[in-house]
């Protein structure tokens, strides 16, 4: 099954981002640190070239940390500096103002080798699909709440400029996600953490990939979260054995078979499972 869809805003802003690249030094791009390469936009890529980019695994809070401790090696590797944030954690906020400063630095000093003694700062932009947490980014960055947040994809609908400190502006961008996937797995990985809307694939296939993911690769996880003790259960008793034990009842103590999907998605989106990813770096 391939999903498809572009919706208009999502085409404009493209074109956007095609226009003002030519204001900007460099690009930081935002991924999802759960599943680094399904969240990055492959349409970006093409319209990005050559232009210098740091990626930045947001979440590394819900993120398995040695899966993502791999994929920074990996990207340092490709050339492209990288680094996982917490948003929630000012020190990981500084180093992304360090490691854009460190970008900037290379025409800082060529200004100053012309005689600028106080060079302009440096203009980065801020991309990423969405709900990948760049709203609550921009806000950690200049200490203050401009960008809008949420946890629903497509919050921000409009560019515009932010000033970081002293340090560079920043240029934010809306959510952009690319026409269709082709990849049903990819589709799959970006509903399980919220980047898709919910209304694109139904819940039972979301929380039946999320299950067996977990049970496959994260046993320990699921067990502990709903009290399971025999993990080797097929996927429609652990259903039903979840909603019974999270409540999920009907008149008559039916199990509500969509209010479990429900809560397994929520589960995986918030802080109640972590220490999980969905994808490792190809070596």
């Not at 759960?34 to 070239?49: F, Y």
């Not at 990207?75 to 970008?103: C, F, W």
Request: hydrophobic letters at 40%; proline letters at 6%; aromatic letters at 8%.
């Amino acid at each position: 099954m391939t999903i498809q869809w572009f919706p208009g805003h999502m085409a404009k802003a493209r074109r956007e981002v095609e226009e003002k690249l030519k204001l900007v030094d460099f690009v930081i791009e935002l991924v999802d640190a759960r599943a680094p390469e399904a969240s990055q936009n492959p349409m970006l890529r093409k319209v990005l070239g050559d232009k210098p980019k740091m990626v930045v695994l947001m979440k590394k809070d819900l993120a398995d940390k040695s899966v993502t401790d791999a994929w920074i090696r990996y990207y340092e590797e490709q050339g492209t500096p990288a680094l996982s944030v917490n948003a929630d954690e000012k020190n990981d906020i500084q180093r992304v103002v360090q490691r854009a400063h460190d970008m900037h630095a290379a025409k800082r000093e060529k200004w100053k080798r012309r005689g600028v003694q106080n060079p302009p700062p440096g203009r980065a932009m801020i991309i990423g699909i969405p709900n990948v947490g760049k709203s609550t980014l921009i806000n950690r960055l200049a200490s203050k709440k401009i960008a809008k947040t949420g946890d629903r994809p497509g919050v921000t609908t409009q560019q515009q400029w932010i000033k970081v400190k002293k340090d560079f502006e920043l240029l934010d961008t809306p959510g952009i996600l690319w026409p269709k996937f082709e990849d049903p797995q990819v589709g799959l990985v970006l509903a399980a953490i919220g980047t898709i809307k919910d209304q694109i694939l139904p819940m039972e296939e979301v929380a039946t990939f999320i299950l067996n993911y977990l049970k496959e690769h994260y046993p320990k996880q699921v067990a502990q979260r709903y009290a399971i003790e025999d993990i080797s259960m097929d996927t429609v008793e652990m259903f039903t054995h979840i909603g019974r034990f999270r409540g999920a009842l009907e008149a008559g103590g039916e199990i509500n078979y969509e209010k479990t999907y429900d809560i397994i998605i929520r589960d995986l989106r918030s802080k109640r499972i972590t220490n999980v990813t969905f994808e490792k770096p190809t070596v």
